[in-house]
């Protein structure tokens, strides 16, 4: 893995002890050499006289934690890169992209993406269309699990990597369909992808225990370390915005879930290792694993390099039919107008991500005002009984779609999107940054991997808070304070108290 650059953060918690202690664990290189600068760099304001680094304001300390930077910061630098703790693709997502279990690179060829993408869907025509020559474009290795279970990886290492922190005891290859790990697996697709998260940490603790010899002592204080990021249970934090749940289906469902989840994990780890019993002693920990996850993690969104490669064949001669090299290739024009072969996949392209693609292959849903509601029982019934007719207005969407996608440009078709790698990660660092309408960073990750890139926004001056937008910072003041009641709550940054103060004069 490439080195991360020097890390330019101060991190703020609420003891000194679990810093340190956060520093040997988190900052160590999980992913290999590219966090050990955070171990260096990350430290607690108390020791901040110690080290040169500034006070933190008064006003900082009532956020409770957060970073601020040890040196002044350009606009536009990238300044900060860290690997997450713990990652995960979206199930769903999975469907149209095959990425790598670990870093998340898109795995394999172009080959490889493209049946993926289309196996299945309204479009899968398209796979027997296309010049051979496309297919062969190497994005990286391709790695199964010897075990047989499914998951890819881009290459050894991070195989290798994922086995020797989790993949070890999270591993279905060997199992039957009714073994305890595999029930735990689809209830979490079904569910809440964020229990296979959950998984993955239970198993990265053993396994750190393990390598450092120390037992279950060293399983405890790993819990007790990703508790100071916690804010409460899951179903105290799972509510979404502005949802009062008034019916309790919601909470009963989660509790069912939880319950349902905690045992089957349970029976599936427990018989592996004597060091799951801390884990296991009750549900409390899981439940507040799953409270850390809604809070404190962010989308993992990594661009599909499909689309510069579609740019990249619009400029060359269109393949010929076979791969004789006495093809007419050299002879033909170059240029998006002239590949018909490539207009049918960006056609083909869009009418899947028209049609098919949707906020389960994102993981970014709407929130709502409350979980259920009380006439949701009753949808399926009505929508059973009229079968025929969905399935009729289904084949009219399908059609109106087609025919819009038809009748696009070529540079249009271009600029469609491609569907991106999506999935949910927990990241240290990011966990401590706090919100801002008017943010100062943004994080992205423009390496092709879920390596998360902190850029600044603007000049960052020593000693000053960083922060970023955990919603629509453009959206309406009273929208804003909505959205982020999901996240426990109210703003006050000057762009929200300066609107508020605003709406009081008019009054």
């Not at 962010?298 to 490669?309: F, G, R, T, Y």
């Amino acid at each position: 893995m490439p080195s991360s650059s020097s890390v330019t953060l101060c991190a703020t918690f609420d003891s000194p002890e679990r810093t340190a202690q956060l520093q040997d664990d988190f900052g160590a290189a999980r992913f290999g050499a590219a966090s050990r600068s955070s171990k260096r760099d990350l430290s607690h304001s108390a020791h901040q006289a110690k080290f040169g680094t500034p006070p933190c304001s008064s006003a900082f300390e009532e956020k409770g934690s957060g970073l601020v930077a040890l040196r002044n910061v350009a606009a536009g630098e990238v300044f900060h890169s860290e690997w997450p703790f713990c990652v995960v693709q979206h199930p769903a997502n999975s469907a149209f992209i095959r990425a790598c279990t670990r870093c998340c690179r898109f795995a394999g060829t172009c080959g490889l993406q493209l049946a993926t993408l289309f196996s299945g869907t309204v479009e899968e025509a398209v796979l027997n269309e296309l010049p051979s020559v496309w297919g062969q474009e190497k994005l990286s290795d391709v790695v199964e699990c010897p075990q047989g279970c499914g998951e890819v990886y881009c290459g050894q290492e991070c195989r290798a990597a994922d086995w020797k922190d989790n993949h070890n005891f999270m591993c279905v290859g060997p199992l039957d369909d009714d073994a305890p790990l595999v029930q735990f697996k689809q209830l979490a697709i079904e569910y809440a992808d964020t229990l296979l998260l959950a998984g993955k940490v239970f198993a990265s603790l053993v396994n750190r225990a393990q390598q450092r010899g120390r037992g279950a002592e060293a399983v405890r204080e790993g819990m007790n370390e990703l508790m100071g990021f916690t804010q409460g249970k899951w179903d105290d934090v799972a509510r979404p915005a502005g949802a009062t749940d008034e019916h309790g289906e919601g909470e009963t469902l989660r509790l069912q879930v939880l319950a349902e989840a905690f045992e089957l994990l349970k029976a599936a780890l427990l018989p592996a290792s004597p060091l799951f019993a801390p884990l296991f002693e009750s549900d409390e920990f899981l439940s507040r694993l799953l409270g850390m996850f809604e809070r404190n993690n962010i989308d993992v969104e990594i661009q599909s390099p499909l689309k510069q490669l579609c740019h990249s064949w619009a400029q060359q001669p269109p393949p010929a039919a076979s791969s004789s090299s006495s093809s007419s290739v050299g002879a033909a024009a170059a240029g998006p107008a002239s590949n018909p072969a490539l207009r049918r996949l960006l056609e083909a392209k869009t009418v899947v991500m028209r049609y098919e693609w949707d906020e389960d292959e994102t993981g970014n849903y709407q929130s709502t005002a409350a979980d259920t509601s009380p006439d949701d029982a009753h949808m399926d019934e009505e929508t059973e009984d009229d079968d025929e007719a969905d399935e009729a207005a289904d084949e009219q969407r399908l059609a109106s779609i087609r025919e819009d996608v038809r009748n696009l440009t070529m540079e249009q078709l271009l600029a469609e999107e491609w569907p991106n790698f999506h999935g949910t990660a927990f990241f240290p660092s990011v966990a401590r940054v706090n919100h801002s309408c008017v943010p100062n960073i943004k994080m992205a990750y423009p390496r092709g991997t879920c390596e998360v890139c902190f850029g600044a926004l603007r000049g960052i001056s020593c000693g000053e808070e960083m922060s970023t937008s955990y919603i629509d910072s453009e959206a309406p003041r009273d929208v804003r304070q909505t959205n982020l009641l999901e996240y426990g709550f109210v703003c006050r940054c000057d762009k929200c108290e300066s609107e508020a103060a605003r709406v009081n004069l008019r009054r």
